[in-house]
């Protein structure tokens, strides 16, 4: 259930995204990925999900080169949570839960009993179950990213890749939904904005800045006053939360 990348980059024509990238992401693991728009993120999440082919370096899950392994295997593997989904088919939460389903799927393989327990079991996790008959076109941002997640958590995956989760949700199913994937048995990478979030529910932090990874390990040690201000260009005040014990950063206000 690990994940690795060694020098990994991926250029979109000549224009470089991101670059020189090497991490050990180890099984169980809740990694977050911070940095500014335009850090490269999003990309880096989908070149290791093997969503786009690496431009330098290689993606390793469980040891073996991603780029090696079938494409059914690694979507049996891998789920991946996007931070904008999108259709023009008519289909309801329902449906689009059931597709996680597909890559256990062959052309002849039945659906089964076992499959309705999954997708419903999926439903009741991600907190969609009442919108099982809903269509999508009318669901909310925040909705759309609950099934979403309940259609990754479908797949039963070993690895889940999450771009921005919370997006368009409400703090309490922001905190609801870090707190699931924090608990799940499998390995996970979020890309977030919020440094609160990522410091209270990811194990470790990766920070990347215009394209690099500049900062790499637990939160404590990472999300410190001194790289909150070279890299977000925002003056902080970090301390320990008396509430969970992680790091709080508080933002100050730029004086007059």
Partial sequence: ???????????????????????????GETFGLLGPNGSGKSSLLRVIAGLRPASAGRVALDGEDLSRQPARHIARKVAVVDQHATT???????????????????????????????????????????????????????????????????????HLILDEPTNHLDIQHQIEILD???????????ALHDLNLAARFCDRIGVLQAGRLVACGPPAEVLTEALIASVFGTAAQVAPSPHHGRPHVQYLMPEA
Avoid: C, Y
């Fill in 180 to 190: 699931l994937v924090s608990t799940l048995p499998v390995t996970s990478v979020i």
């Fill in 88 to 158: 023009e088919t008519a289909i309801t939460v329902n449906e689009v839960v059931r597709l996680g389903r597909t890559p256990h799927h062959g052309l002849l393989s039945p659906w089964t009993a076992a499959d309705d327990r999954i997708v419903a079991a999926a439903m009741e996790r991600a907190d969609v179950a009442h919108l099982k008959d809903r269509p999508w076109q009318i669901l909310s941002g925040g909705e759309r990213q609950r099934a979403q997640l309940a259609r990754a958590l479908a797949q039963q995956p070993t």
């Fill in 1 to 27: 259930m690990t994940i690795e990348t060694h020098g990994l980059g991926w250029s979109a024509g000549r224009k470089t995204i991101f670059q020189g990238v090497s991490l050990r992401i180890m099984a």
